[in-house]
């Protein structure tokens, strides 16, 4: 069952553009939704991230939009660069205390071309 | 420099012989996982561990094992490798409270 659904699967942006990707959850007890960066031969490194008591958090050119109603979260990436080609993992969590266990989305391999 | 390091980066084994993938954390974290990492199904947790001795399944726990004897490690054990665990692991560890993750650099497993 998948309680993140992440689209698109692939994304192709030219320089400059909007980069969108879109996150769907399940779960109305998630309460963290961050996003992931990963590079080629790297680790998922942690983007930015949103409580659901907000409708968007931005920093530099990174930007969540959240729909708590509609149980919707997206990404954008304005004036998209080529340093921006990457995989990014949407998530979701739950903090019961002591921790947080995350679910990720599919993931979506952007390309930002020249 | 903070860091979660797993060993080997690649490695390539036969269908049944036992493996140990290593984790090791530097940050004194509490929590750590283990995530497989496959084509379109992102990233899914292995098992996890709360603190030394304190180890729970996650969503793929089947054909694995771990032990949280130290604090700082955390190895992934692999009794009997089957080809369907070939994937990319991940590490990765937290303070308990906190919900960001830091991730090891990935352990690309190819079982033949």
């Known amino acids: 069952q998948q309680q993140v659904k992440q689209s698109p699967q692939s994304l192709i942006v030219q320089k400059g553009g909007i980069s969108i990707i879109n996150c769907a959850y399940e779960?109305?007890?998630?309460?963290?939704f961050p996003w992931y960066q990963q590079f080629p031969g790297k680790g998922p490194a942690l983007l930015i991230a949103i409580r659901p008591d907000v409708s968007e958090k931005k920093e530099g050119r990174f930007t969540i939009s959240f729909n708590k109603s509609a149980k919707q979260f997206s990404l954008h990436i304005m004036d998209s660069q080529p340093g921006d080609s990457a995989t990014y993992f949407c998530?979701?969590?739950?903090?019961?205390?002591?921790?947080?266990?995350?679910?990720f989305g599919t993931g979506t391999r952007l390309q930002v071309t020249l | 420099e903070a860091q979660v390091t797993q060993n080997p980066r690649y490695l390539i084994t036969v269908t049944g012989k036992k493996l140990t993938v290593t984790c090791s954390q530097n940050m004194n974290h509490e929590y750590m996982s283990w995530y497989r990492q496959d084509p379109g199904l992102g990233l899914r947790q292995i098992y996890y561990s709360m603190n030394v001795e304190v180890t729970d399944k996650g969503d793929v726990p089947e054909g694995y094992k771990v032990s949280r004897k130290e604090k700082r490690n955390f190895p992934l054990i692999l009794e009997s490798p089957s080809p369907n665990q070939t994937s990319l692991y991940f590490c990765?560890?937290?303070?308990?409270?906190?919900?960001?993750?830091?991730f090891g650099s990935g352990t690309r497993l190819t079982v033949v």
């Open positions: 998530a979701a969590s739950r903090f019961t205390g002591t921790a947080s266990k995350l679910t």
């Open positions: 779960n109305t007890a998630f309460d963290y």
């Open positions: 990765a560890s937290s303070r308990l409270g906190m919900n960001g993750y830091t």
